[in-house]
């Protein structure tokens, strides 16, 4: 499921919140001197507001992005012998690549719920969309 921006969702487990409150506006290292407990039920409605990509580059990935590049936009350029090496390096990186792209994007998003609770940098996996 991609969850993107104006998606309506809601939680496909129950989730319960425990720990201090902090008020509005004010620095979370210092919180009130509240301490509470909420329990939202699974099948509690929202819509996404923000959608944040978790996903992580190896070096090998950075590596074959940066080369691919140079290949494309100045391959034509260059020497044929410089040219083919670096259609091999491109080569031998392109496993990583494809990977990298075939991979689940576990996602965090923030979710402002029906109920006006907002859950923010939330696993994308805690909702399904509707």
Do not use: C
Request: hydrophobic share 45%; no cysteine; aromatic share 6%.
């Amino acid at each position: 499921m991609t969850l993107t921006v104006g998606r309506r969702v809601q939680l496909a487990m129950e989730l319960a919140l425990t720990g201090q409150v902090a008020l509005a506006g004010e620095s979370p290292a210092e919180p009130a001197a509240a301490v509470g407990f909420l329990a939202l039920a699974a099948g509690t409605e929202g819509t996404v507001e923000a959608v944040d990509d978790d996903r992580r580059e190896s070096d090998e990935v950075r590596e074959y992005a940066r080369l691919k590049s140079l290949l494309d936009d100045f391959g034509h350029q260059m020497p044929p012998g410089s040219r083919a090496q670096l259609e091999e390096q491109v080569a031998a990186l392109e496993p990583a690549w494809t990977a990298y792209q075939e991979a689940e994007i576990p996602v965090r998003v923030r979710v402002r719920l029906d109920n006006g609770f907002v859950l923010h940098d939330t696993a994308g996996d805690v909702f399904v969309a509707l």
